[in-house]
């Protein structure tokens, strides 16, 4: 038997919902610069979801029943405020959220291809309220009902502040949504289709896919950003920062990549976002900083910036509070887990790779009370 190390460069599964060919990430096709640029994040869903962009009636209809699905039961939302908040981190809050979810939706283990669709509606929907009202329980406040009307993006800023956002931020964060939603087999996507390969249900693949998604070399990554970033303080301290760190080899957050090694296609979108951002909030400092340590990262170790460097500063910019960074991840990553929940249940066997034994071998059996 023979290993790869993290199975690196292991093909593990076919899919037709995104892929990354030749450094390029498409979804079902569409390049993601097209979509980054057009796309509003309930099209990109839809597009996950079907294979194919919607029409006009199917987008509204669509629109629609993601906006009727969005308000979570109430036991799960009185669970939130019965956690110990002043030391739960909202990714943990969240995974205990949706499974909770589970309890409270009576089609969770029947496993038609329509019942699972109608819970991956509730699913995309109900993780944004979920994330918000966290938000707000653990300030004080009461949790802000989503509104029918608004976009997902606006619907989340508007649920997070309690206000409606202006244009700039919702289209800066549905393009954030548009960027995170699927990327091929990743670490927490793996997760989810190796939990439902079980045939499990759909809530435990999010539940599974949310707990990988927390790390920090996985989506956690963009919270350590802006960490680094406020330690750093101004980019002149971040030549002498980062190299020390690279000589205590450090790994700098949001750098470095197992697929791409010419760059993260979707890194220059938001640095353009945090350019624009920062220019307007008056704080570019956090956009200079950001553009300093991504030269001397890359001229020090080779290393390009990923998806979690940028949007560091992006969600910064619009006021989020960086322990939401992640959570937000995981409202537009759900779109690509049930994408590829819903693909794995259409075409299913059983995951189960084997191990290369190292431990010893023909260990006699000691009882108990001759073990020292
Ligand atoms: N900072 C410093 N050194 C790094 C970094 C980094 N960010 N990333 C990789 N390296 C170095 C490693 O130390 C290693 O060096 P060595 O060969 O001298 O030991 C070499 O580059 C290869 O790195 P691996 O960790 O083996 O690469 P792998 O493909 O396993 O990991 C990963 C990829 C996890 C993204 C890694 O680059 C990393 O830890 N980055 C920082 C965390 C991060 O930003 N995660 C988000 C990834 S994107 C996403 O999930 C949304």
């Known amino acids: 038997m023979s290993t790869t190390k993290g199975l690196e460069g292991i093909v593990a599964t076919t899919s037709s919902v995104s892929s990354i060919i030749d450094g390029v990430l498409t979804y079902h096709g569409y390049n993601i610069d097209d979509l980054a640029d057009n796309a509003?994040?309930?099209?990109v869903v839809y597009l996950l979801w079907n294979n194919k962009l919607p029409n006009k009636e199917e987008l509204e209809t669509f629109t629609k029943e993601l906006a009727q699905a969005s308000t979570v039961p109430q036991e799960v939302l009185d669970q939130l405020r019965s956690f110990p908040i002043d030391q739960v981190h909202p990714m943990a809050a969240l995974r205990t959220a949706v499974s909770n979810l589970a309890l409270f939706d009576e089609e969770a283990d029947e496993m038609t291809e329509e019942a699972n669709r109608r819970k991956a509606v509730r699913l995309q929907a109900q993780l944004p309220t979920i994330v918000t009202a966290f938000a707000r329980i653990r300030q004080g406040k009461?949790?802000?009902a989503p509104k029918q009307e608004l976009s997902f993006a606006a619907n989340f800023l508007y649920m997070l502040n309690g206000e409606e956002p202006d244009e700039i931020s919702e289209k800066a964060f549905n393009k954030a949504l548009?960027?995170?939603?699927?990327?091929?087999?990743?670490?927490?996507?793996?997760?989810?289709?190796v939990c439902v390969a079980t045939l499990s249900d759909v809530y435990s693949g999010v539940t599974a896919a949310i707990g990988a998604l927390k790390g920090p070399l996985h989506g956690g990554a963009n919270?350590?950003?802006?960490?680094?970033?406020?330690?750093?303080?101004?980019?002149?301290k971040a030549e002498s920062y980062i190299k020390e760190a690279l000589e205590n080899k450090t790994k700098i957050m949001g750098f470095?990549?197992?697929?791409?090694?010419?760059?993260?296609?979707?890194?220059?979108h938001l640095r353009e976002?945090?350019?624009?951002?920062?220019?307007?909030?008056?704080?570019?400092?956090?956009?200079?900083?950001?553009v300093k340590i991504d030269e001397i990262v890359t001229n020090e170790k080779g290393l390009l910036p990923n998806v979690d460097f940028y949007s560091a500063s992006v969600y910064h910019s619009l006021g989020i509070e960086h322990d939401i960074f992640t959570p937000i991840f995981a409202v537009s990553r759900v779109s690509?887990?049930?994408?590829?929940?819903?693909?794995?249940?259409?075409?299913?066997?059983?995951?189960?790779?084997?191990?290369?034994?190292?431990?010893?071998?023909?260990?006699?059996?000691?009882?108990?009370k001759d073990r020292k």
Do not use: C
């Open 40 to 43: 509003t994040f309930e099209e």
């Open 142 to 144: 009461e949790p802000v």
């Open 273 to 290: 976002m945090s350019r624009q951002l920062t220019d307007i909030t008056g704080e570019s400092k956090w956009y200079d900083m950001s």
């Open 178 to 193: 548009v960027l995170h939603a699927d990327h091929e087999l990743n670490a927490s996507t793996f997760t989810a289709r």
């Open 336 to 368: 690509g887990w049930l994408a590829h929940i819903l693909e794995q249940y259409e075409n299913n066997r059983l995951i189960r790779p084997r191990a290369e034994y190292t431990g010893p071998d023909k260990q006699e059996w000691i009882p108990l």
């Open 256 to 268: 470095g990549h197992r697929v791409y090694k010419d760059g993260d296609p979707r890194a220059k």
């Open 223 to 236: 919270e350590r950003v802006m960490a680094m970033l406020n330690d750093i303080g101004d980019a002149d």
